[in-house]
């Protein structure tokens, strides 16, 4: 089945700089790659995704790029501001069932 | 829009005893999940509807954990009896059409098992 590793597991930077997250998949098949961000206390929430026939997205101060050859995906955040500081997870769905699996998890902090 | 609904939001038991979680989807919305979530690491699937049938369970401990969507809309997962190791947060997830869109959760149940 699939497998999916996050690095790092903590991202401590200064406010206004960048910060980048990075996951590898282990099934070829997988065709969707979503980012989602989770503060302390709520549920996970969905920030920006990308699909296997596209190889990066922007929206705003986050993108996301994909490389199936390698297999791997990277969520990357400009110009951080203290309100982005919140666990981050990487997801990878495989085949037609829909199901998602999740990294373990990036906790970054921005500092002011 | 409203959002993915959750009840509770905390609960405490002690183990052997039974809990129940309900979750109310995004209307419209035909796929509901169930995910356990427990400290340090990622949401992992415990079960999928589609509508009210159910599409994978595969990662259902189906000798304490059970759950049902009767009529394709709320649902209700049950623990019986939990173990200690029941302690996690368990979130409720909701997408449109076939589980092929964007996956949208609630707050979550936090269980605490002692």
């Known amino acids: 089945g699939e497998n999916v590793e996050q690095h790092p597991s903590t991202l401590s930077v200064q406010e206004g700089d960048s910060a980048v997250i990075k996951c590898t998949y282990s099934d070829s098949a997988s065709n969707y790659f979503p980012w989602y961000k989770q503060e302390l206390g709520k549920g996970p929430q969905l920030i920006i995704d990308?699909?296997?026939?596209?190889g990066e997205k922007k929206d705003q101060r986050i993108a996301v790029t994909l490389n199936k050859t390698a297999k791997h995906f990277s969520l990357h955040i400009t110009e951080t501001q203290p309100e982005d500081s919140a666990v981050y997870f990487c997801a990878a769905r495989g085949g037609s069932q829909g199901n998602l699996i999740f990294g373990k998890g990036t906790k970054l902090s921005v500092k002011p | 829009e409203a959002g993915v609904a959750q009840s509770p939001r905390y609960k405490i038991i002690e183990k052997r005893q039974s809990v129940a979680f309900w979750c109310n989807p995004i209307s419209g919305h035909a796929t509901l999940y169930w995910y356990q979530q427990i400290l340090g690491q990622g949401p992992k699937l415990l079960i999928q509807f589609q509508n009210n049938g159910v599409v994978d369970d595969s990662q259902l401990p189906k000798d304490r954990f059970s759950a049902e969507r009767l009529k394709g809309v709320d649902s209700t997962l049950k623990i019986q009896p939990a173990k200690l190791e029941d302690s996690a947060v368990y979130l409720c997830a909701s997408s449109n059409y076939r589980g092929l869109d964007e996956q949208y959760f609630g707050p979550g149940t936090r269980l605490t098992v002692t």
């Open positions: 990308i699909r296997s026939n596209v």
